[in-house]
């Protein structure tokens, strides 16, 4: 891996139209805190920048909802975002927002930077107007009926029923969210963006340039974009509220917020260093980071690039680890329906579980797939594994060194092997050091591929295994008749504390905090650098070192405090469908015997492009990675599935199909699906990601 001097570190702005959600923070800023976290322990040059997105329609209609104008609207979200931000401990170097007077300098210098290249396209269009509001409409705020499906809800820009990308123009009788009115259209000017201009240089720098670097589900979503051919974009729009379009014969037109938003990263650095902000954004030993989540990809990866290279002197991103979705309880998270756990009435309720929350959703971090958060798993994760293996080994260990050293680190002379007991305990030693060095490596390399689930099972790999060196070396008993040996097992198993309180600290600040407390080990800070550099077990506490008291570092999660959660979020549930009367499960089919079942070879693949089919409503045309080989297999899932959707999935497919041919394409297989009682069609996947090729049996 290339060396770099400093880091750039990013978070998706959050929109400012409402509070946060633990789906906010498994996507885009737990992952990104841990990273960071990790960098400055390893004595690295980063910042970490992140802000409040603050234009938009979206601002607009939710201040005219609440009766506010835009500016007091994004001013209250922002407030009570920062916060919350700052109570779950997000060490951003600066939250930011894009209303502050250096981002709209720094925004209009970009599109004027690109604009006096004669790059941008000015075109006048028909757009859709709502004439009660007096406004004109972005394609999310129109809705109708939809020309594929007949969804009579359908949005300007997609079907989310059957999922077909659609124009404002297509719709049936369209009407205005805003005011429930049906639109007019109206001749308007704004500036387009070239992206297809861009599709050359994109196809060598991210198709070919990450490959093999970046995740499936962030490099199929992008192929797959690029694949079906870029248009040009437009960045200007028809609002009060915004930047200003910085030019004579632009009144009334301000910046497209998703032109604006991402040069926010840009401003935020400037507003932190003024002095020196162009070494975080211009120089080629500066490696740029963005944590998002997965419906942010194409702005981050094909999008924002191609400004960065239009404006000619800034580096581009050399990672996106996009995440995937955040369930919660099964279904998915609803701000409508107020099904969520938001993070400001999570740190009320349960005041002192920072941790605790940044232990589980690391531990189902939606890396690769979506994940699902449960209060059930929240309560087990902590009562067993957080309380019982990494609480119970620390507390131990004190507890253990007060009792027979009045909390005074022992000696910890090698024990020659003159005994049974000692030979046995030499061997103990030996291999708890071995795995436990093994676990720290892999800890960091996960780190540093952005796994973090697996490093953080390595993280508590270091308590499971001092668990079990002392209940296999049971101190306690020895006490009785060799307390030379009891000493250095005890000096080993602090060593393994101090090791801990440094591992632990991008994932548990406040643990490590504790611990570090407890050891009464300031100087452990000093040990922190070394432990990441060597990648191995270090010397933490010296020989003679008092120790503080020992102190609980978690407590378990009692059923009322579960059922209190489970209870708020029943408040806002639908009424259950009886499934009695609407179920519409099919009749089993002509019984088989095994020998045919056997005849099916199905394999797990993962898609690597998808596009749809011309002239067809139903079909998706996928590549499909099948650890055989890579073949094409045409799917009827297009109005279940975008093809941004699917890319980067993985899938379950018959691959000994005969070939069959269809609209003049040879499709090489067949996905599995399951259909329920509504007829949505859902993907049968693993349960963990697998190689492509793994069988099903």
């Given amino acids: 891996m290339k060396k770099f001097k400093r880091y750039t570190i990013t978070s998706a702005l959050p929109y400012a139209n409402g509070p946060l959600h633990i789906g906010h923070i498994a996507g885009a800023y737990l992952p990104a805190d841990t990273y960071v976290r990790f960098l400055r322990l390893r004595g690295e040059d980063v910042v970490f920048v992140c802000g409040s997105d603050e234009h938009g329609v979206a601002i607009t209609i939710g201040a005219k909802k609440e009766g506010m104008t835009p500016r007091q609207f994004v001013d209250k979200y922002h407030a009570v975002m920062k916060k919350a931000f700052e109570d779950f401990g997000i060490s951003f170097d600066i939250y930011s927002r894009t209303s502050n007077e250096v981002h709209y300098k720094t925004a209009q210098d970009f599109f004027t930077k690109i604009d006096q290249q004669k790059l941008f396209i000015e075109e006048t269009s028909d757009q859709y107007f709502d004439e009660q509001e007096g406004i004109f409409l972005a394609d999310r705020y129109i809705v109708g009926t939809c020309p594929n499906c007949g969804n009579p809800n359908a949005y300007g820009d997609q079907c989310e029923k059957c999922g077909t990308s659609l124009s404002p123009k297509q719709l049936i009788k ?138 000619g002197d800034f580096i581009l991103p050399d990672n996106v680890p996009a995440n995937e979705f955040l369930n919660l309880e099964g279904e998915k998270l609803s701000t409508s329906r107020n099904h969520a756990v938001w993070l400001h009435e999570y740190l009320q309720d349960l005041p002192g579980r920072r941790d605790e929350l940044r232990y589980v959703l690391n531990s189902i971090s939606p890396e690769t797939k979506d994940a699902d958060f449960t209060w059930k798993d929240y309560q087990q994760k902590v009562n067993s594994e957080l309380v019982a293996i990494l609480g119970n080994f620390i507390n131990r260990v004190m507890v253990l060194t007060w009792k027979y050293f009045d909390g005074k680190v022992p000696s910890e002379k090698e024990l020659p092997g003159t005994t049974e007991k000692r030979k046995r305990i030499l061997d103990l030693y030996n291999k708890a050091h071995e795995e436990m060095n093994r676990s720290v490596k892999s800890m960091v390399n996960a780190l540093d591929n952005f796994r ?26 020895l006490a009785k008749e060799d307390m030379e040996a009891v000493g250095s097992i005890l000096n080993y198993v602090l060593t393994i504390v101090g090791n801990i309180g440094v591992a632990c600290a991008p994932f548990l600040p406040d643990a490590s905090a504790s611990i570090i407390k407890q050891l009464n080990g300031l100087s452990l800070v000093d040990g922190w650098k070394l432990f990441w550099k060597k990648e191995e077990l270090v010397p933490t506490v010296p020989e003679n070192h008092q120790l503080n008291q020992p102190e609980l570092l978690f407590r378990n999660v009692e059923d009322a405090e579960l059922e209190k959660q489970l209870e708020r979020l029943k408040k806002d549930k639908p009424k259950a469908v009886n499934p009695e009367t609407t179920s519409t499960v099919k009749p089993l089919k002509p019984e088989i015997v095994y020998d045919d079942f056997g005849k099916l070879d199905i394999r797990v693949g993962t898609v690597l492009a998808a596009e749809k089919m011309e002239k067809s409503n139903k079909l998706l045309k996928l590549t499909v990675d099948t650890g055989l080989d890579k073949r094409t297999i045409l799917s009827g899932i297009a109005q279940h599935f975008s093809p941004e959707e699917i890319t980067g999935k993985q899938v379950t497919l018959i691959a000994n199909l005969a070939p069959r041919k269809m609209m003049g394409i040879e499709s090489q297989g067949m996905i599995l ?16 990601v697998v190689s492509p090729g793994s069988t099903v049996s």
């Fill in 174 to 311: 369209p009407r205005s969210t805003v005011s429930g009115k049906e639109p007019v259209l109206r001749p308007t000017k704004h500036w387009y963006f070239p992206l297809d201009k861009f599709e050359g240089w994109l196809k060598e720098w991210l198709i070919e340039g990450h490959k093999d670097d970046w995740k499936t589900n962030v490099y199929g979503q992008c192929k797959s974009w690029i694949d079906q051919g870029l248009q040009p974009r437009s960045i200007t729009r028809d609002l009060d509220w915004g930047i200003p379009v910085p030019l004579p014969d632009a009144k009334g037109k301000v910046l497209y917020v998703w032109f604006d938003a991402p040069i926010g990263y840009i401003s935020a650095t400037k507003e932190l260093r003024p002095n020196d902000w162009e070494k975080y954004w211009k120089d080629p030993e500066t490696r740029l980071i963005h944590f998002i989540g997965k419906d942010n990809i194409v702005f981050h990866c094909i999008i924002f690039p191609s400004m960065l290279k239009a404006a």
């Fill in 452 to 477: 973090f689930r697996e490093a953080q099972f390595e993280m508590m790999n270091l308590a499971r295994t001092g668990n079990k060196f002392l209940a296999d070396t049971e101190p306690w008993k």
């Fill in 673 to 688: 699906m399951a259909e329920d009682a509504d007829g949505k069609l859902k993907l049968l996947q693993p349960s963990d």
